[in-house]
């Protein structure tokens, strides 16, 4: 008989690695699977990996974000000391427009903060005129590192998986060469690519980005985001990142030069004159549609068509969801952020039934979308 496993993760970026972990750590016997032989080949490797908390003038998913952070930086304390540089973030404002409305923000902080002027930015090397918060709590994490460490604690296998087909409460895996995998439960962390299944309700899609690690002898103990991020000078190099483009290929807008707006950019805030480019990074992350993260079941789209067509016409059946079926993605500019907790939320679905949080069930966004799809004119 093949292994069989409770749960095989698919997508060793931080989401997978972090699901991987939580489940492992509720007892279950997981297998993270990844195209690639090693984690944080996607989106994931290029990330600045930031974890610092949203600003802004409140709501839903900026309350969400802080609540995720709290729980991360405490995570990644714990877990992961060594990949975690809790350097402080500062928050400058894009320009002098944006100035203005920090104040406005500033009820909004939830985690610990305090104002830097323009003189302390600059005794920090940070040229910069408009006053700023610094999260002292904030920080970066090495990103391959901390998910190729998570990955060297769970089992992992290189399997590109091309089909999943579910039978009598087992899912197989099948990748091109037609070798299998067995579990009883499936989790989707692939990150912006969303093909396996009809996801088409959650919306998902990728917006490019790219990082530059560069060596470097300025001191600078914080990191900051202002239109970029710029990391702190850990060990002799410094990481400037922005993801921004909208587009399925990379490269479509930067012309074959991912850096240099990023270099521009980056030559405003701190002195950039002894940086020496060490490596590039490109990859994409994954939002969803209302860029709240994906966290849960996934619904059973062709049953849904079949059974209920009247849910395009704006009726409400029960949903149906594919069985023993999850997903976690969706967590957009902040996979470093929201990870930790959300596989800790998927977990504890998984493993005790705990429903999950409605604020990140993929459900909320499927009867939306199936009234909009009648709406539109087929293609
Ligand atoms: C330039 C840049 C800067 C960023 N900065 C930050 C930041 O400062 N802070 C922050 O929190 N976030 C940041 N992000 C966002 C963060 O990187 C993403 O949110 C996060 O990486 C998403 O992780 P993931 O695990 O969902 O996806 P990914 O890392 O993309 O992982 C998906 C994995 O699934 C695998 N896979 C897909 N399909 C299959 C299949 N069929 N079979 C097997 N394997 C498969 C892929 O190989 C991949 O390894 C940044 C992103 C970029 C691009």
Redo the contacts with the bound molecule.
Sequence with gaps: MPESYDTII?????????AAFALQRQGQKVLL????GM??????????????PKIGKGGPLQALTNEAFAF?KDFYLEYFPDYFHQTGVIRIPKDAEDAKKFSLYEPHNEAKYRWLNKEQLQRLGIKENNASFLFEEAG??D?PEL?NTILKQVPFQQ????KLIYNNGNWT?L?AQRSTLNARHIV?????????LDLRYMGIRG?????GDYYSTLELDVSM?KKI?VSANIGGIIKL???HVKSKSPCILCDGKPLASLEEVAAKMVDTSDFVLKET???????SKDYFPLIGRVVDVPYMEAHHPNVFRGAKPPLKHLDNLYI????????????PLMAKWLAELIVEGKAVDRRVDPDRLFLKWARKLKAEPSA
Excluded: K, P
């Design positions: 698919i997508g060793a970026g931080i989401a997978g690695c972090c699977v990844d195209r690639s984690a944080a080949t996607g989106g994931s490797g290029a990330a600045g990996a930031f974890v610092s991360a970066v994490c990103a998910c399997f590109a998986v091309e895996l990748n989707l962390a692939t990150g912006h690519e969303s093909d396996l917006t490019w980005g790219s990082r985001h991020s990142g922005a993801t990074f490109c990859g994409m992350r994954a939002g976690l993605n969706g967590v957009g500019g902040r996979g470093f952020v929201f990870a």
